[in-house]
Structures are given as C-alpha cells and as structure tokens.
C-alpha cells in the first residue's frame, strides 16, 4: 500500500523531470526544424501576384520544371554527390581497415586522430587550403612544370574533379567512424574461418565481411551524401562559377533575388531529393534506417 | 600405417617466449589425436600452425605425406572448427556448409545435393534453411563441423568446440563427437585443456607444457603410467607427496616428507636415497577402514581424521589429515555405500599398495 502511493506521487513528478531534461532537444527541434520548414512550405506555396499581395500557387514549382538551368543543376547535384560518397566510401574502407584489423594499441589511437585533425581547422580554412595548393600560382601546378610534367603551369581549381577532392576530403571522417566501428565488432575468426573454408580475399570480403558492415556502410554513405548535396562552401569555392550547386541556387534566391518563395520551393525540393535517395539507397542494400542510425 | 599429420621438430618463438619448443607428432590414419595442456602451453599456436595460420620458425609440418611449406591456409586439406565455431552469421545453415563447395566451384545442384546429405548425417536434416541464431548450442556445433567435413578434409582440427557449452551439453556433444568420428573416419586432431574430454574422445592424448609434450600414450597410458610429475599432476585427481627419497627397496622408494610422513611408491626412473622426489596417490587407489584389519594385506596402514566429506555422486571423496604429520589427503568413498554415514571429525585408517603410487625426480620432465 505504502509503496503503492509512492508510487504514485512519484509518476507525475518523473514525467516532469523527463519533460525537462528533453526541453532543449525540443526547444532546438521545434525552433529550428520543424517551425522554419513550416513556414519555408507556406512561402514555397504562394505566388506574388501584386506588390504585397500574395494567392496560393504552384509558380515557383513550375519554374523549376520549365526553366531547364535549374533542374540541370538539381541532377547534377545529386549525380556529383553520389560519386563523391562512392569516392570516400573506396577511400576510406582501407583506411578503417587497418585501423579496425590491423593497427594495435597507440597506433590505433595515433591513426584515428590524424583522421580528426582537419576538422579542428574551420571548413573556409580548409577549402581555402585546397585553393592555395591547386590555383594557377599554387604549389601543385608548379610543382608539375618542376618535374617537367606540364610546360606551363594549369588551373587545377574549378573543375568538376576539384570539387569532389574537396567533397571527399571534408567528409572522409564520417565515413571512417561508422566503418570502424562496423569492422571492429566483425569477429576476426569468421575471416579466418572463411580463407581456412577456401575462401580468398576478395570472396571474404564480398560474402562476409561487406555484409557484416553493411550497416556501416550505409550509415556512412548516408551522412557522407547528407553533407555533400547540402555543401555550400566547397563546390563555390572549389568550383567557382561552373560548380553550378543547388544549394547555390537556393542562396542566389534568397539573397541575390530576395525571391524568398522560389527559394523556399528549391529548399523544399532539395529536401524531396535527398530524401529520396536516401530511401532508394536503404532499399537497394537491403537496410532499415533505425538499424543504420544506430550504427551511425 | 600411413601417417595423416606429421609434425617434424617445429619450433615457433614469440621474442624471446618460445611457444612451441622442437616439437614432433605423428598422427596416423583414422585416429582421434588429442593434444591436451594447460593455457599458454602452446597448443593453439601448435594448431594453428598446422591450419597455416602461423608458419613455423623451424622444422616442417607434413599432411597426408605433403609437406605444407608456404601453403596457404584456403590450399590446405585441412579444416578448423573454430572455438566459439565462427559459424557466419550472414547467411543461412545450408549456405554455411556449402561455403566452402561453392568455392571449390562445385555446382549449385550438387552443392545442394551434399549440403542436404550432410545434414542429414549430422542429423539436422531440413534445416538448410535456418538462420544460425535460430540454432541451439548443439546444433551450431553439428553445424560447424558439417561446414567443415563437407569438404572431406584429410584432416579436422577441433579449438576447444565444446568450450563454450554448459556441462550437460557438453557431457552430451562429447559422445555424439566421437561417434562422427567413428561414422566419417576422418583424422580429428583435438585440442583441450580439459583432461575429461582428451581422455573420454581419443585414441591417443599428447600431454603438453610449456611448448613440449610431456607424455604421449593411450589415455590409459596416461592415467595408469604417467612418465613424468606434470602428467600425473594434470591427468586425473592426485594426491601429491613431495620429500625426500629414504630406503630405495628394488623399485619401492619410501619417501619422507618435511612433515615426517614416510610413505611408499614405485620408482619412475632412477631414483637414489637422498634425491628430491614427488610421490603421486590416486585417490581410488587409496582404502579407506574403520579398523586397521580391514584394510587390505600388504598395505602400509595410517590413522587420519576425517576433515570434510565432498559428495558428488560416484566421484564422492573425503578429505583425511594423517594424525601425526596433518598431511591432508583425498581418498574416494567406494560405491557400496559402506561410508554413507561417515562423519567428519571421525577417526579412521587408510592405506595404499606401494605398486599403485608413482613416484618421480622432482622436476623431471618428458624425453
């Protein structure tokens, strides 16, 4: 009985305590998410039709669909950051290999921070780090006249390959992460039992090690993609004016245009699109996105 | 006889550790081989050295009369069924055991075919299509070793399989090991560090201690005429006696202790008056009496007092202080039930035929 009253009293004082320690995450998610996105839905819907007079429309979708600039641009987005994941994705595997697999005690530790270290420098920083290697007067081209490679120094920067560097470098640590902790809890007797069973390397990696890592994976790929389709700095910067990114069309709405709708109306697609892929990408591999995210 | 596993005085050294120390083995034919040792004596590293895992620093290691020089593991007629089983969990029961035929590229109807008469044999048959985590203890284990005997290896290597099953399980999966072998007659070399499993499975049992093997022999061999103290320590339950060697009477030592205790055995090896020495006593060896006539003739009669009663079925003991020396000592309860109401705190007398105890040089080891 006694137990059953404190019982009581101690119910509703719990929930308040849980309702407070979630305030900031709510304060945080209805604020900034969930509040901006409905207002952006509004915007994205209206058409002006006179000064200050607005009226319910699908224009700024349909711009979208006539103007071919800006759906181009939308594909090759998406199309650019697909193979920017793949690229980090090819690049990082080794590398949290031998961190997982291979590499002991201090070693490991030592490796892992060095894949930390760029991001104690702010993303401008880096990119313009990039820049200072790769423009036209930077040390890359000279260093190719140097060793006879070229006559003449070449503009290494503002091309399509100049931005993915830049996309694969910033997020190559999202990709180690989840791949290391994906590969560390793979049991080293299943490959050793695999290569006694026949297997070669290539068999092991494809039938046992690949899928024991498949939530890594994904849970890498999906962040990497993430950030790579909402990447302002790096394509402008790296890419100059033919880096023709969506986000900057969506910049160039809101801030050069101050056509708040039309941006609105990108910003939503850009959400569809991501989206989407990110659901194709589950689909393909066979994962489930709450499985993924606990891996991330 | 044709020789399945010839191990020719390997060596393999970690720094300045060695592992396994100028180490020869010959495994024949259809045998069950059980190399059996403590932790850390380098029977692992013995294994996997004869998986191709680890290549030994010297020496060679012959499989089926081929030598296995620079062979690489996935080339070797020889499978593992790994300690916690490495079973995949990826994929399925029937994809587990056809693993290792669809990389011998065999074809997927015949893979099918085997796969299906292997579970069948192991007694699993219909489920190939399983998940492993849908298994039990036992069943994983048949699995691994169809994964393994699928392939008809010259040679299975067991890591301590049953390792990871609780007691009753493994009593049981010990029987059903030894009747698959019995069915397949492939050559399983075993490594435990649980006597009760090398003793109840092989045919022959090599004893093995800091990367030498004590002893080789039968499991009777072992129990019955240990060669050197560390077998007689590790095989069975012992009661040891160090002393001194007192009168030596043909091949019956006397041996005193610090305590006092004067006690008889037979000689392993030379032994002269004054070496140190180990005396071993099984504890079914020793009688136990209410009165001294009751013990058997010849002999050597002790009063003790009963100090704790252990029961455990048919392995019950007793634990007995000698009254004079306070040398405890480990004696078995007969079946009969004769001691059923004996009370610690009682007084009693025991003693042991000299023929039936061991003794050894103190420290001596295998040749």
Same mark, same amino acid.
């Given at each position: 009985m006694a137990t059953e009253t404190a019982g009581d009293l101690a119910a509703p004082r719990t929930r308040l305590a849980l309702l407070l320690l979630l305030a900031p995450a709510l304060v945080w998610l209805v604020g900034l998410i969930v509040l901006p996105h409905i207002e952006l839905a509004v915007l994205s819907l209206r058409a002006r039709v006179a000064p200050r007079i607005y009226e319910m429309s699908l224009k700024q979708y349909a711009t979208f669909v006539d103007e071919p600039l800006y759906w181009h641009t939308f594909v090759r987005t998406a199309a650019m950051s697909i193979l920017a994941t793949a690229c980090t994705l090819l690049i990082a595997f080794p590398a949290a290999w031998y961190i997982a697999k291979i590499a002991r005690g201090r070693k490991k530790s030592v490796l892992f921070v060095l894949c930390l270290i760029? +991001?104690?420098?702010s993303e401008t920083v880096r990119t313009l780090g990039w820049m200072i290697l790769l423009r036209e007067s930077g040390v890359m081209p000279r260093l190719l006249v140097d060793l006879g490679i070229t006559p003449a120094p070449v503009e290494m920067l503002y091309h399509d390959a100049t931005i993915l560097v830049g996309l694969v470098y910033t997020s190559m640590l999202f990709m180690v992460v989840p791949l290391v902790s994906a590969l560390e809890s793979l049991d080293d007797s299943l490959i050793e039992a695999a290569y006694d069973l026949g297997g070669n390397g290539w068999s092991i990696l494809r039938q046992i090690v690949v899928p024991h890592a498949a939530p890594g994976i994904v849970a890498g790929s999906i962040v990497v993609f993430m950030l790579a389709v909402g990447n302002y700095l790096t394509p402008t910067l790296l890419g100059g004016k033919n880096s023709l990114w969506f986000t900057e069309q969506i910049y160039t709405q809101f801030?050069?245009? +101050?056509?708040w709708e039309q941006g609105a109306a990108f910003g939503f697609l850009l959400l569809l699109l991501s989206t989407a892929i990110v659901w194709l990408g589950l689909t393909l591999s066979g994962q489930r996105f709450g499985d993924v995210m606990r891996r991330a | 006889m044709q020789q399945d596993l010839e191990v020719d005085r390997v060596t393999k050294r970690y720094g300045s550790h /060695?592992?396994? #120390?100028t180490l020869s083995l010959a495994v024949p034919h259809g045998s069950f081989f059980s190399i059996l040792g403590? @932790? &850390?004596?380098g029977k692992t590293t013995l294994l996997r050295m004869i998986a191709g895992f680890l290549a030994p620093d010297e020496g060679d290691i012959r499989i089926g009369g081929r030598s296995m020089r620079g062979v690489a593991p996935n080339r070797r007629p020889v499978n593992m069924v790994f300690q916690h089983l490495a079973l995949f969990p990826m994929m399925s029961v029937g994809e587990n055991i056809g693993y290792g035929l669809a990389r011998r590229r065999v074809a997927p109807d015949a893979t099918r075919s085997r796969v299906d008469a292997m579970l069948e044999r192991v007694g699993? !048959? &219909? !489920? %190939? #299509?399983? %998940?492993? #985590?849908?298994? @039990?203890g036992g069943q994983k284990q048949r699995v691994a070793i169809a994964r393994s005997l699928v392939l008809e290896p010259t040679l299975l290597l067991l890591d301590e399989p049953l390792g990871a099953l609780d007691l009753k399980l493994r009593e049981h999966m010990k029987i059903e090991l030894k009747q698959l072998q019995a069915d397949f007659g492939t050559t399983f070399v075993y490594i435990t560090h649980d006597q009760s499993e090398a003793l109840v499975l092989s045919d022959h049992v090599a004893v093995m201690s800091a990367g030498r093997f004590e002893q080789v022999g039968t499991p009777q061999e072992l129990y019955y005429q240990p060669r050197t103290p560390f077998v007689a320590g590790f095989v069975g339950a012992n009661n040891r006696v160090a002393g001194s060697a007192g009168r030596v009477d043909g091949e019956i030592v006397e041996i005193v202790t610090g305590a006092g205790l004067a006690v008889r055995a037979r000689a392993s090896g030379a032994i002269v008056a004054g070496d140190a020495v180990e005396a071993f006593v099984r504890p079914e060896t020793v009688a136990l009496a209410r009165v001294t006539a009751e013990l058997p003739p010849g002999a050597q009669p002790f009063t003790g007092r009963v100090e704790s009663l252990l029961f455990d079925g048919a392995n019950s003991a007793v634990l007995v202080r000698e009254i004079k020396t306070h040398t405890e000592i480990r004696i078995a309860l007969p079946q /009969? &039930? %004769?001691? !059923?109401d004996l009370d610690a705190g009682e007084t009693v007398v025991f003693g042991f035929d000299a023929q039936r105890a061991v003794c050894f040089r103190a420290g001596s080891h295998g040749d």
């Open positions: 760029p +991001f104690w420098v801030i050069t245009r +101050f056509n | /060695t592992a396994v #120390d403590p @932790s &850390g004596c699993l !048959a &219909g !489920a %190939r #299509d399983k %998940r492993i #985590d849908q298994l @039990s /009969t &039930g %004769r001691f !059923a």
